[in-house]
């Protein structure tokens, strides 16, 4: 079952965002992925943290998992 995932990042223009290493998407943008655990990251620098681990499980289209960068 596929898991819902948002790595919001205020600064343009998006950026692409990795799990464990593999593009998933961009940001700001909703993102299918397997449940699991993840280290998430975004292409480039100029943000903090520089990595974040989440676990995505029992998420919906409505209530998705999100990761903040600054």
Request: proline share 6%; charged share 10%; net charge negative.
């Amino acid at each position: 079952m596929f898991q819902f995932l948002i790595a919001k990042f205020d600064q343009t223009p998006d950026r692409t965002v990795f799990a464990n290493g593999t593009p998933v998407g961009v940001t700001n943008h909703m993102m299918l992925l397997s449940a699991g655990v993840f280290d998430i990251t975004l292409d480039g620098s100029g943000y903090t943290p520089t990595t974040q681990s989440i676990t995505l499980a029992n998420t919906t289209a409505h209530r998705p998992a999100i990761v903040v960068f600054t």
